[in-house]
């Protein structure tokens, strides 16, 4: 992989400081597992419900089983590990669900982190209706924040969390939704002449939607979470950024990108995204990759049925690659979420 950016000569120093605060705030208890936790709620934008899953650090060991595409590696409702983590919330791509990164959030629950993720309603698997709205484009912010505020008042897992160490990770449109709640700003009015361009005709924003239908243009006033302290952004979706667009983005950013991205146009969303950025993120370019290489890797009876989304090109490992994601999330996530400064 190719990686650019300012990481600075203390960070060997600074890496293992920051993993020894998150393996203390596991407690004494040895992480065996991981447990998970199914959250319902109720969507913001419309009222209807809302699917969600946490998994976190147990005490008790657990074994992989199939969920969706996936191997979910998660025993239900295991015994927590007591304490307060560190909690990241993962945001899905266009369609997507709430088991597509369960890989990566497995890895983060390994090494003492709780992790959410939900089912955006309105633009997930089997459910599009409002996919190409603002309902979407905005809403989907509000939905992240619903799951943060469910976590934190789940009689089981809020305990379990420490309020002032939150992260997100989203890939795709989830990178572009978890943008906004880092406190960016998008211009739909861009996706016009981006998709006049003969360059892009082909994008998929261009061949399915073409421009976002203003439905509820004031959902605009709440995608910011300023509880949010760190981004972990994959192939996002980045037409709708410029300088301005992103100028608020205060926290640091990890941002990632596909070579031969199919979706969004090799790289080119992804490093308009790195370029307007105020400080400039680390970023990755996983070559020769195709877009949906970040997803979790398929089962192979799986691959079989969608090999659009589970087959990589020549050259890429998926498995490899994955491995490398996570511990580069724990990394990531575990310097940038240590505890606040205790005030003398």
């Known amino acids: 992989m190719k990686t650019s ?11 293992a400081l920051a993993a020894l605060l998150v393996a203390t705030s596991a407690s004494a208890s040895i992480i065996r597992g991981v447990g998970y936790r199914e959250l319902a709620m109720k969507d913001p934008v419309n009222g209807g419900p809302l699917r969600g899953v946490v998994l976190y650090p ?84 509000w939905q992240v924040r619903t799951l943060l505020d469910s976590v934190l008042t789940d009689a089981v897992m809020g305990p379990l969390v420490d309020p002032s160490r939150v992260g997100a990770m989203g890939f795709s ?105 105020p400080q400039q993120p680390e970023y990755t370019q996983v070559p020769k990759a195709g877009h949906f290489v970040f997803l979790a890797p398929c089962r192979a009876e799986m691959a079989k049925h969608t090999p659009e989304i589970c087959v990589d090109p020549p050259g890429v490992d998926r498995v490899k690659l994955h491995r490398e994601l996570s511990q580069d999330a724990v990394r990531f996530f575990s310097r940038t979420l240590t505890p606040p400064a205790k005030t003398p």
């Open 58 to 141: 147990s005490t008790q060991a657990s074994k992989p089983f199939p969920v969706d595409l996936l191997q979910l590696d998660a025993g239900k409702d295991l015994p927590p590990i007591p304490g307060r983590h560190p909690l990241v919330l993962i945001s899905h791509g266009h369609m997507g669900t709430r088991w597509g990164h369960s890989d990566l959030a497995s890895a983060l629950a390994r090494k003492g982190f709780v992790v959410a993720s939900l089912d955006h309603a309105g633009n997930t698997h089997n459910d599009g209706a409002r996919s190409g709205t603002d309902e979407v484009f905005l809403g989907r912010a």
């Open 173 to 277: 449109l989830g990178g572009y939704t978890v943008l906004l709640l880092g406190g960016a700003s998008p211009d739909f009015g861009k996706l016009g002449p981006y998709c006049e361009d003969a360059a892009h005709a082909r994008s998929v924003l261009c061949t399915e939607m073409k421009a976002v239908r203003a439905v509820r243009p004031e959902l605009r006033g709440g995608t910011r979470e300023p509880r949010i302290r760190s981004l972990f952004v994959m192939a996002p979706v980045g037409v709708f950024f410029d300088e301005a667009g992103l100028k608020d983005v205060k926290v640091p950013v990890r941002l990632y990108a596909a070579e031969q991205d199919e979706v969004l146009d090799g790289v080119a969303q992804a490093l308009r995204v790195r370029d307007a950025l």
């Open 5 to 15: 950016g300012r990481p600075g000569t203390a960070l060997p120093r600074a890496f």
